[in-house]
């Protein structure tokens, strides 16, 4: 991180001109707002294949080209004391997240336990940040989402899931939450896209061709994902040697639960395209639960034992060479604390992006550092 040589932009500035961006394109205000708060904490946390660098490419081209709603319109399709199902009618997942989200936890405060299943969605940014809503209120969050095709069953070559996370926070005693966010894919397409920005190949034994072969040009990578002729490997990589089996099920876990619970679309049909290869909607699904810690032996208990075997762990007898042993969320707290003065980081090709919609929307009223 302290060899940081890219230009940072200060919070502020990215999160206004993000959020003027949005309301733009047509955007309420407040879910602007929320939307890029939401790319933002991707940046905070140094997972960057899921912040700026897909603000233009994921949101502002999918809303334009029509196959994302700006208004987003939230239907409650079913709902128990404990349970909902909430229909987005193909507007913002962030926006969706978040009303699936206070929904659970408005629940857990009552009952103990919410979840709720969201349909026709898109894609809602960084899973953490939703299980995160929940580590605040000294719960346990976790959701996940299905996601267009592009894992591969093992001792298969077709991309079939998607990268589907499977995302779990949990309060603890220190000044951030267990966080273990992460894709049941050993590499996330948004990482390859990261790669590809910044002219770097994809690591072998991530990708499968169509022939079997393992692919590593990152830019190829992307369009042939896109045209179905290569997949990532599940979390273990490719085959059984590793224990590729092990993400296959995960990703089918996490499937199963994004579709089955609100009946909708799943696996192939997650493409974008319809039959006659025209793009269209995503119809995504997600599910989000929160659990009080209150209601089981208490929330200062249950943070503190928590952080009694983070660091328990972290104290551990080391490997030969190696200075530090980490507990999922305290890389990406180290980052915030490194980068929380400074700001966002951004590469060559997002700097560019970030002018040309300042440009294309009138937007005159912003000026960036890495301008001079």
């Avoid at 629940?107 to 336990?113: D, I, P």
């Avoid at 993400?247 to 493409?271: C, H, K, N, P």
Wanted: glycine fraction near 10%; charge should be negative.
């Amino acid at each position: 991180m302290q060899n940081e040589t890219r230009p940072f932009v200060p919070w502020q500035l990215a999160d206004d001109f993000m959020t003027a961006a949005f309301m733009k394109l047509g955007l309420p205000e407040d879910e602007s707002r929320l939307c890029s708060d939401v790319l933002l904490e991707s940046d905070r946390r140094g997972i960057e294949s899921h912040g700026c660098n897909r603000f233009k490419p994921i949101y502002v081209d999918r809303i334009r080209a029509g196959i994302l709603n700006p208004v987003t319109k939230i239907d409650v399709l079913r709902e128990t004391p404990t349970t909902a199902v909430l229909d987005a009618n193909d507007g913002m997942g962030m926006v969706a997240g978040k009303k699936a989200m206070d929904l659970c936890i408005e629940k857990a405060h009552k009952y103990g336990m919410g979840m709720v299943a969201v349909r026709n969605s898109s894609h809602y940014g960084i899973a953490g940040y939703w299980a995160g809503m929940a580590a605040k209120e000294d719960m346990i969050g976790i959701t996940g989402t299905n996601a267009r095709p592009s894992i591969a069953p093992t001792f298969g070559v077709e991309n079939m899931l998607g990268t589907n996370p499977l995302t779990f926070a949990m309060p603890t005693d220190e000044p951030f939450p267990f966080m273990l966010d992460c894709a049941t894919s050993i590499i996330q397409n948004g990482k390859i896209e990261y790669y590809a920005r910044i002219g770097h190949d994809t690591p072998a034994g991530m990708v499968i061709g169509r022939d079997g072969t393992e692919l590593t040009d990152s830019k190829q990578i992307l369009k042939d994902i896109r045209n179905q002729k290569a997949a990532l490997a599940p979390l273990g990589g490719i085959g059984e040697l590793f224990a590729g089996y092990k993400g296959y099920g995960y990703a089918t876990v996490v499937e199963i639960l994004s579709a089955a619970l609100q009946s909708g679309m799943f696996l192939r049909a997650l493409d974008g395209k319809d039959e006659d290869g025209k793009i269209r909607p995503y119809h995504l699904g997600h599910f989000f639960m929160a659990i009080d810690t209150e209601a089981f032996m208490g929330a200062e208990a249950f943070k503190k034992t928590c952080g009694d075997i983070l660091r328990e762990l972290r104290s551990s007898a080391k490997a030969p060479g190696q200075k530090r042993i980490y507990t999922a969320g305290e890389k990406e707290y180290d980052v915030w604390m490194y980068r929380k003065d400074k700001g966002v980081p951004m590469t060559e090709a997002v700097q560019k992006e970030f002018i040309q919609l300042r440009d294309e929307l009138g937007l005159t009223q912003f000026c960036f550092p890495f301008e001079g």
